[in-house]
């Protein structure tokens, strides 16, 4: 750790990897999230209506329950507290600074905007059958040209939008 600026990301780096050989040797599978959502939203939706859940299509193939790839998305959750925590940089932020700057102090446009970006990011990754990072860290891990080809999507699409919600000079 490097004090205020975070966990060294070498080591953030080394530690993922080892995690991504982990999943494959204790599981016998890749890293993946996106999936895990879904299979929450079933298992959620089941409290409510069991027999239509078990008539879709799409919970007969993904069935809603709890696994290991849940359990690695709540590992993720706790993981980014630890970090955040023991780099001294833990605060509880509705509106981030960078946000503040660009759009206001507004907490429901802030809300808004990160329910309809999350909502367009998993119905892509539902119609990928996976989230690009998962594609990209398992596929390279595999030497795939796919997977190497979805990171630089990932990148490059992430450099775009930055780009164009946060305009050229500002962030950090």
Partial sequence: MQGDKGWNPYLAGAL?????????W??????????TFVRTAGMIEQLFGPERVAKLEYFIRETPKFDWQWLFVAGILVGAFAAAWTAGEFRLQA???MWRQRFGVSVWR??????VGGAVAMFGARLADGCPSG???SGSLQLAVSGYIALACFFIGGLIMARIVYGGGGGR
């Fill in 16 to 24: 993922s990897g080892l995690v991504s050989i982990g999943s494959v």
């Fill in 135 to 137: 594609h990209g860290l």
């Fill in 95 to 97: 509106v981030p600074e």
């Fill in 26 to 35: 204790a599981a016998g599978k890749y890293l993946g999230a996106s999936t």
């Fill in 110 to 115: 802030r809300g808004a905007a990160a329910f």
